[in-house]
């Protein structure tokens, strides 16, 4: 069984580097299972989801060792029941989880057994895409929208980018939809948007495993928060026969101008230089 643990390592490690840092142990409340893990610079924290405990972690950007969380949301009122990702807005300070069809809105600060204090559902009654069983969120509190990623309908499903209001709850139709052959997103794993350039930024696994992942079809591609329809990526990271072949994981690294990539098949994070995006 694979070992929870929180690992941290120099921004510059490179090959079979050891890590300056970790968190691990009974206290700090983690399962072996986390799909998401997100640094709040703001407030110098950083949030994992807790799927076996239903629960929503939150640790001291400083943490270390055996350390527990200094927040945990958990109980039967959050309407969480095996959440796998999840992201935060700390600008509004709020924690956004896709759960099942639907988004969950927690405070920030938010503690224990607390009810969402908004809920977006799922509503494919008039139009063609809707929430995926394991959908991503990410927020761009510059303009005040929220990406969610989900599927078209019928046999040939493929994934989407759904814009919506960062506000909306309830029943909504979104304000657009970015999907379709040009676009590349037959499926995704994880998105984040850079709010001072409203770029949207998605991992597309690709189709397979193995040097099959060696394609066009494992990318990471970034789109504007303003595109519609079908429109292909504006930038791309892998491409044909390229590093990736399977990604996972993005993170930015503005300051230094770097893409931050997990890849499952290498079993290995990348730092590529992507200037065209900062």
Do not use: C
């Amino acid at each position: 069984m694979a070992h929870p643990q929180i690992a941290a390592f120099a921004r510059e490690a490179e090959g079979n580097a050891k890590a300056v840092r970790k968190i691990e142990g009974q206290a700090t409340l983690m399962s072996r299972t986390m799909h998401s893990i997100v640094y709040d610079e703001i407030h110098d924290e950083f949030v994992v989801p807790q799927p076996f405990g239903h629960a929503i972690l939150t640790f001291r950007g400083s943490a270390k060792g055996e350390e527990p969380p200094i927040r945990v949301i958990e109980g039967p009122r959050t309407k969480l029941s095996g959440l796998q990702f999840l992201t935060t807005d700390p600008v509004n300070n709020e924690i956004l989880v896709p759960e099942g069809e639907s988004i969950l809105v927690f405070p920030r600060e938010g503690n224990g057994d607390i009810a969402p204090i908004r809920v977006l559902e799922a509503d494919g009654s008039d139009y063609s895409a809707y929430f995926g069983e394991y959908s991503r969120v990410a927020v761009d509190p510059v303009r005040n929208l929220m990406v969610v990623t989900g599927q078209t309908r019928g046999q040939d499903r493929s994934a989407v980018l759904m814009i919506f209001r960062r506000t909306d709850h309830g029943k909504v139709k979104p304000l657009g939809i970015v999907g379709g052959p040009k676009t590349g997103l037959e499926s995704t794993f994880n998105l984040l948007v850079y709010p001072p350039r409203g770029e949207i930024i998605v991992t597309v696994p690709g189709p397979g495993s193995g040097e099959e992942m060696a394609t066009e079809r494992s990318f990471v591609g970034v789109w504007s928060i303003d595109d519609r329809g079908d429109v292909p990526p504006r930038w791309t990271i892998g491409g044909p026969y390229g590093t990736l072949r399977k990604p996972r994981g993005v993170a930015l690294d503005p300051k230094n101008k770097t893409v931050i990539v997990s890849d499952k098949y290498l079993n290995a994070v990348l730092t590529f230089a992507f200037p065209e995006i900062f």
